[in-house]
Structures are given as C-alpha cells and as structure tokens.
C-alpha cells in the first residue's frame, strides 16, 4: 500500500436518537453474547478494525479496513449498508430495508469528525453528558478483548484525548441538567456531608424516588418514607433502602429530617407556614432544604419566606435545567471549534509525519538515478582523466540537487496545508515511490 | 540613614486589593483550565502580598525601633487575618472568601499606613519603655481580631449564599462556594477562639487604660459592645443551638463595631 491514508479507509455506520424511534433502538441494543457475535462477524467481513458502540441513545458500528475504502477496489456506500444491515438483521429480527432506512454513513475525514464529536458528548441527547465517553472507552476495550479493534484504538485514543482538551477547556459538562441531579447539587450548597443528614421522601410520585434514589447514591445518611398508605410506605423503603413512616406523623418528622422530597397527589399543601414555623423552632434553626415536585404543589409557597427553610418547587428546578441547557448549548459552540481544529492538527501530523519518508524516498530515488547515469557514461569507452570524472560526478550532484533543491523546499512547505495529504499522494504515484505504513499514533505533544 | 516607609505601606494595601480583585475574578471562569489558572494567580498574589508585608514590617521595625504601637497592632492584625484565611483554606475549600478576606486586609493596611508612627500617648513605641500590659493587649487583639475577621467572612458569604438559594439564583461562580453548613461551622470556630482572646484583650486594656488616664473612651465602650454581641451569639449557639442567618447577621455587626474601634485608632 502506498502512503496509505488510514482515515479514507475508516467508516462509521449507525442509527441514533435523531434518525431512529425508541423501538428500533430497543432492538438494536445488543447486550452480551449477541454482541459479541455481532463484532467477530463483522470482522470476518471487514477484515479490519471493527468496533460497535451500543448505548440507549445510539448503535453504532466503527470499521477502519482497506474493503471500505472508495474507489474501484472499495465498497459503495449502498454495499456498506446492505452489508452491515444483513449482518444486523439476522441477530435483531429487523428488516434490512428498515435499517437502512435508520441508518447514517459517515467515511474518511466525516467518519473521524463524527467519532470526535460522539466521544465530546457533542452528539448526544443531552449534550455534554459525561456516560458517553465511558460507554465509548468500554465499547473499544470489549473490541480489544475479541482481537476485532486493530488500528481502531489509535484513532480512539485520539478520540478520547479530544474529548478531554473539551471537557477541560470549555464548560460543556459544568451545568446539571436532570431535575433530580439538581436537587441534589442544592442539598450540597446547603448540607456539606450529605452522610450525617436525614433525608424524608413523603408520596409515590417518580420524580420524587428518582431525587430519593440520586441522594442514595450521593451518600445521604438516613432515608425517611412517609405515604398516606403505610404500606405503600414499607414498599417503597423498601426499594430504597429506608425506613417507612406514616404521614401523620409529618410535624415531628419535619424536625428530624434535613432535607424534604415531597411528591403527594394532595389538592391542598401539606406543609404549612404554621407547620413549618414550629418544627423549625424544634430544630433549633437549623437549615431544612425542600424539594416540592407535587403539582399542584405541597408545600405553601410562604413556606419559603421563612428563616433557614429553603423551597424549591418543580418550575424552580425546571428553570435551573433550563438555563444550564442554555449554558451548555453555548459552550457546544467553542466545543464544535475545538473538534474541528483537533481534526486539523490530526492531519497535520500525518502530513508532517508521511513528509519525511516521502523526502527521503525522493530524494534516494534521485540519487540514485544520478550513480546510474554517471556510471553508464563512465562504462563508455571514453578516456577520462580523473579531474574529468571528479567533474562529471560534481556535476551530476549539482544538477540533482538544483533539482531536488525546489521539489524539496515546496513539499517540506505544504506541511501544514490540509491539502497535503493529496499532494503526497500525488508525489508517490508520479515518481513510483513506496512508502512505509504510517503511524496514526498521537504525538508526544498531544494534551 | 532617614528613609520614608510610608509609600510602601500604601504599596502594600494596593498590592492586598489587586489579589481580592484576582480572588474576585478567579470566581467567574467559565471553564476548567481558566479557573485552574486563575486559582493559582489569586492564590500566589495573596501569598506575595503576605511576604511583602511581613517583610515590610521587619523593615519598619528595624528602622524605627517600633515607634507606633498602633502601626504595628494593624501591621500584624493584617497578617494575622491574611495567614488565618490560609490556614482554612488549606483545610476547606474557601476560595470565594479570598477576595472578601483581601479587601478585607487592603483596609487594615490602610489603617496601617494612616499611622505614621509618631510616638503619642496612644501610640508608644514598642521597646523596653512599652507597658507589658499594653504588649499582652495588642497581641491578645491581633489574634481575636484574626478569628473574628475569619468569622465574619464566613457570615457574609453565609448570608450571601443563603440569599442566592431563597431567591433561586444559581448563577455562575455558585459552584465555588462552600456549604452553609461549612460556613456556619466555620463561623462557630471563629467565635470560639476568638472570644476568649478578645475578652483577655478586654481586659489587660482596661487594666492598661485605668491605669494611665482612668477615663472611659467611646472606642471602649464600642469594643465591649461588641464584645458583648459577640457573647450573646455565641452564647446562643452553644446553649439554645442557634444556627444561621440570625447568627450571621449578629457576627457581622459585632465585627463592624471592632473594625470601627481599629478605624477610630487609626484616624485619631
């Protein structure tokens, strides 16, 4: 192969959020076994690097061999289709038309921005979402543990070098989006050691168990579940690893908890002025966070006037994802630049890299050439003395290196153009040189 | 040779109000590696500042022998308060204070600098004539004031954030902010050092001060109002478990009353 450009040879098929319904992706996302037949197959029909990304949001089929490659020898992007669509067909009970219809082919230089792009969260449903990059890093290690990832892993540790320059030098990720993880970042302004503080969820509705199950997570000490029904109440502790309650005992729960999830189907607040007055008196002032994701809403909205209790309702938190949707839309525009100029500077150091076997092939080429030449004359019967012959070889060496003198300085020149890849293309097939495979690994100067 | 301190003084104070601008600044950076960046800058402005003060202060006292006791209780008030910060930094995360507690250390270096270190009845020189009295007074205050400013910062960021939280406005910067339960903490540790240091303050002055004139000043009487909010609300705290805003308010105000007795000192 001739200097060969990897990247033309590197394809990217999928379906995501955007071009495919839940259903389909329900059915695409393959999980285990499946899987793993799915990679080994299409690696004994690429014959290359194969990876498969497989996430709620997209599927995704990474391939980097020379049969994707366009052109006479390589497939057409109908083939590339039809050929992974059968593959996936069998294993999903999809029809091939159905997928196809899902489908997105990105190749070459398009396939390697799309890659950049997924691993910066860039493409994701909620942009900046930090599971991506983990999803995308196990996805190539479960490549890697079925021999299928090949040159794949260079060009993904590439992927995920750019996604870390974005996450550090934009705010893409900074601003939570979930309703229920910005009820926990709250409770963190207010409570620094979420382990000593009681946390009390009163009602069924789901938002308020999926806020309860964040601050689980996040280490909350004690978990408190207070329903109307008591054995709702022990049902629902249960699942979350809490103690139930019964709501009538709401006044004196009040007093020990210090944060409050309330999610009741009540037409009437719960949580009164007066209620809360007198358990904030018990507790000593201490500061109660609560979270009011009732509609309509629990807690009397005068509730939040008083000292040390903070309300936050379901618009409250809804604003706050809103704004850091905005936040995070604005930062995804620097982000989209540092993708493109990552993309840049990729190509540069191939180009910089191919330059240099690309000079010396030329230039051995040439000499050699120029040895030949001299040595054909020098065969001749002519009688030369060796002043005569100094100055044929000086000679010859002049006339190479005047040549090679402007061929050289414009390739070493064009090592930052984005075109250089083509020229050094060109270069090789005109004066029939052979090139050794390149290095797409990173370079040291990388972040 | 006869050289004039004071331009360095003023030096000083400029050099304490451009880290609280840095410190203020490093609050708003929208990314990363820009915070990383502008966290390192406050952080190394505050610790020159620190460095030139001290020296400075080493300087003056060599050159002038200490004429200026007062020069001297606002000198190391402000390095005190400057190294206090540091030390809590060290353990909590408190960056958003730096630019509060640098501003904070601007004024008493003002004050510093108003002193120009003439020798006066108020302000005698710190040699073998100085009272002990009067040494133990400064020193006991220079530490009290030191907890007491730490205290108070942590007030005014306490009711900073707790304002942000009521009126659901989580803005940029919030992030950096350290908990209210953090703050409150930290303000509880403050009282308690520095209570029982001002109060030995309190004292040894008013020994110092019956002693001399006998007379009952009105930066006496500030000093022990403020001494007396200062017991109240930790009284508060301890027995009935005061907490929050109220606490934070009463803090803040006993501290302005010291910062006007140093004030009163200072423009006398």
Known sequence: MSS?????????????????????????????????????????????????????????????????????????????????????????????????????????????????????????????????????????????????????????????????????????????????????????????????????????????????????????????????????????????????????????????????????????????????????????????????????????????????????????????????????????????????????????????????????ALRTKVHTLKTQEIDWALSKEVVMNQAQEKLLRQMGDRLTNKILHDVLTGLKSLAHHPQSEDVIEVVSTLFKLTLPEEDLSPSSEDP | MNIDLDPWFIGGATLFAMSGVLHLSSMWRGNDAGEERSKWWSKISLDISLGYWSLLLVCWLLHTGGQGASRLWFGLSALAVGLSYRLIDRRVKVRSLGGVISALIALLAVFSYQLSGEPSLTAPSVDSSMPTTLIIHIALAVAGLAAFAVSASMSGLYLVVAKRLKSKQLVMGSKRLPSLSTLDEINLKGLLIGFPLYTGALLVGSAYAFGGSGELSLSYLVSLGSWSIYGGVLQARLTAGWRGQRAAWLTLIAFIGILLVAASYSFR
């Not at chain 1, 071009?19 to 329900?26: D, G, K, M, Q, V």
């Not at chain 1, 793993?36 to 690429?46: C, F, N, P, S």
């Not at chain 1, 806020?211 to 207070?226: S, T």
């Not at chain 1, 809403?297 to 379901?314: A, F, G, M, S, T």
């Open chain 1, 4 to 360: 060969a450009l990897a990247t033309d040879h590197l394809i990217v098929v999928g379906l995501n959020h955007k071009t495919a319904p839940l259903h389909i992706r329900e059915q695409l996302a393959l999980q285990g076994e499946s899987k793993a037949e799915l990679i080994k197959t299409l690696k004994r029909r690429l014959s290359g690097g194969t990876m498969v990304v497989s996430t709620c949001n997209r599927v995704e089929f990474y391939g980097l061999s020379s049969t994707l490659s366009l052109g006479e020898e390589g497939l057409t992007d109908h083939q590339v289709l039809e050929m992974i669509s059968d593959v996936v067909s069998e294993r999903c009970q999809i029809p091939i038309d159905e997928l196809i219809k899902h489908f997105y082919i990105h190749r070459g230089d398009e396939a390697l921005h799309h890659i950049f792009r997924v691993a910066s969260s860039l493409d994701s449903l909620v942009i900046g979402e930090p599971q991506i990059l983990g999803q995308l890093k196990e996805a190539l290690e479960e490549s890697q543990s079925f021999e299928t990832s090949g040159d794949l892993s260079i060009l993904m540790e590439r992927a995920f070098l750019v996604a870390r320059r974005v996450r550090n030098q934009t705010g893409i990720s900074k601003h939570v989006v979930s309703v229920s993880s910005i009820a926990v970042r709250l409770a963190r302004h207010i409570f620094e050691d979420l382990s000593e503080r009681t946390a009390l969820l009163i009602g069924a509705g789901e938002m308020g168990e999926l806020a309860a199950r964040h601050l689980h997570q996040d280490g909350v000490g004690r978990l408190l579940v207070a329903n109307r029904n008591l054995d709702r109440a022990v049902a629902l502790a249960e699942k979350l690893n809490g103690s139930p309650r019964a709501l009538s005992e709401l006044s004196e729960l009040l007093v020990t908890a210090d944060i409050v999830i309330t999610s009741t189907g009540s037409q009437e607040p719960i949580i009164t002025p007066e209620i809360a007055q007198a358990a904030l008196k018990s507790r000593k002032y201490r500061p109660l966070f609560i979270i009011d994701i009732a509609v309509p809403r629990d807690v009397d909205p005068r509730v939040n006037r008083l000292e040390n209790i903070y309300v936050y309702d379901v618009d409250d938190l809804s604003q706050i994802a809103d704004e850091n949707m905005a936040q995070r839309a604005n930062e995804a525009t620097i982000a989209e630049e540092l993708v493109k100029e990552e993309l840049l500077k990729f190509h540069r150091e191939r180009a910089q890299r191919n330059l240099g076997p690309l000079i010396t």
